[in-house]
Nanobody
Framework: QVQLVESGGGLVQAGGSLRLSCAASGSIFSISFVGWYRQPPGKQRELVAGITSGGSTNYADSVKGRFSISRDNAKNTVYLQMNSLKPDDTAVYYC???????????????WGQGTQVTVSS
């Protein structure tokens, strides 16, 4: 079982920055991937950035060069640094952890509660 708590959302002006945090607890050792997703109003949820347990990262084309995902293992926290924000970045942002349980190889997906990011023009 993994619990995710998100923070850092808010209202910013275009061109501003925010840093989202995703603090994980529970079976941390089983996490194989952590991704930040977002869902704009009336649209599908999409993967924004992800980081594997090995440290590999990937980004959606729309945020490359502006967003950066990182982790602090000592704090069991994954961050999403968002710079040069645009109104199109407005969405509810979710943290998701993919788990692979040792020995049993049972997979699981765990979602945070979501945090609102609003970028004004």
């Amino acid at each position: 079982q993994v619990q995710l708590v998100e923070s850092g959302g808010g209202l910013v002006q275009a061109g501003g920055s925010l840093r989202l945090s995703c603090a994980a607890s529970g079976s941390i050792f089983s996490i194989s991937f952590v991704g930040w997703y977002r869902q704009p109003p009336g649209k599908q949820r999409e993967l924004v950035a992800g980081i594997t347990s090995g440290g590999s990262t990937n980004y959606a084309d729309s945020v490359k060069g502006r967003f950066s995902i990182s982790r602090d293992n000592a704090k069991n926290t994954v961050y999403l640094q968002m710079n040069s924000l645009k109104p199109d970045d407005t969405a509810v942002y979710y943290c998701k952890a993919n788990t692979l349980k040792p020995l049993t190889m049972v997979r699981g997906d765990y979602w945070g509660q979501g945090t609102q990011v609003t970028v004004s023009s």
